[in-house]
């Protein structure tokens, strides 16, 4: 690929980003990370843009792109689409310029992401939920912004947002006491991604910068392999920071260029790295906000004793989510697994199943059964917690001895879905 013919940012135009956003944006620390620093035999930085005022670095991208606007722009008001840290940045900016902004989201954005958009916006945002993904809400969002004519704010594929979101690797060169090896960077459209590494090809060319997707919503991995921005036809929006389908055309071509990896991580790695930032540092994540440090595993070889900057993206995650980022995170470490159960119709069974079948670490933690007059077993539907992920198949072997086993779950997409 030519790259004279690609977009990329300059640094004087970084630069400038910085200063426009010096009175709103945080210049949030560069922190060692002693649990995951031990853990690999490396110095593992965090890059703390969760502690931004609207906990995400979106408000860099979304200041800058706005402060940018003519006065007629301004006036005239603006319309964006967002998962939700994109939202808020603009609400934000929004408020702050004192101009009124649209936005559209989609129907399943969490509660909490909604309440801090209408907090950090007030008077100045009208916020509108539509669809089910944020290529819906993207769809919408444009239309309504080519009908009306007023200015989209995009929420990566644009250079003044890409400029914006860049000022987050500058802050990392200025704060790194020593020289950086590794940058590890979230990628969902890929604004971030292709900022800060534009930066670091510029001030630190020997640094490798490797982006990091969730497995199910793997766009620019996919756009990347396949030489050319492909659009996927589902995704798992349950990263839904970092879940789009296709990436965007500026952000694809420097990413392209720019990473020396795009890797993907397992939604329940994802989770499990949360529920241990939560109970080992204190710290709260969005599934989003954890991906680099789950992706950390992969190069463990590579980076020890290395200097590895992760950056931790966000912290907008709602605490009705907690059951289910547990209950991935199980099914991932193999600790979680269902089945149907044939229980026979008699006095005792349930008893023998308990005491006999179950090892006596296991836990019951789901159990869904209807009794059938007329049939010899009766099927119920059993959820059970090991200790650890070795007691499955001595689990199984009891359950087939006893006359008990029907069939395992966890490898049925079609009947699992009801129960995760």
Known sequence: METKNIYFPKLKDVNKAAATLKEVVAVTPLMLNYTFSKKLESN????REDLQQVRSYKIRGAYNKISSLTNEELINGIVCASAGNHAQGVALACKKKEIQGTIFMPAPTPKQKLEQVKMFGGEFVDIQLTGDTFDDAYKTAKYISDSLGKTFVHPFDDEKIIEGQATVGLEILEQANESVDYVFVPVGGGGLASGLSSIFKLLSPKTKIIGVEPAGAASMQ????????????????????????????????????????MITVPEGKVCQTILDM???????????????????DTFKEEIKGKNVVCVISGSNNDITRTAEIKERALLYGGLKHYFIIRFPQRAGALKEFVIDVLGKNDDITFFEYSKKTSRENGPAVVGVELEKKEDLSPLIARMKERNFYGEYLNNKPNLFEFLV
Not at 252 to 259: A, D, G, P, V
């Open 222 to 261: 996919q756009a990347i392999a396949n030489n050319e921005n492909v659009k996927l036809s589902e995704i798992d929006k349950f990263v839904d920071g970092a879940a789009v389908q296709q990436v965007g055309g500026l952000t694809y071509k420097i990413c392209k260029e720019n990473l020396d990896d």
């Open 278 to 296: 939560y109970n080992k540092d204190a710290i709260v994540v969005e599934p989003a906000g954890a991906l680099t440090l789950a992706a950390l």
């Open 44 to 47: 593992i930085f965090l890059k």
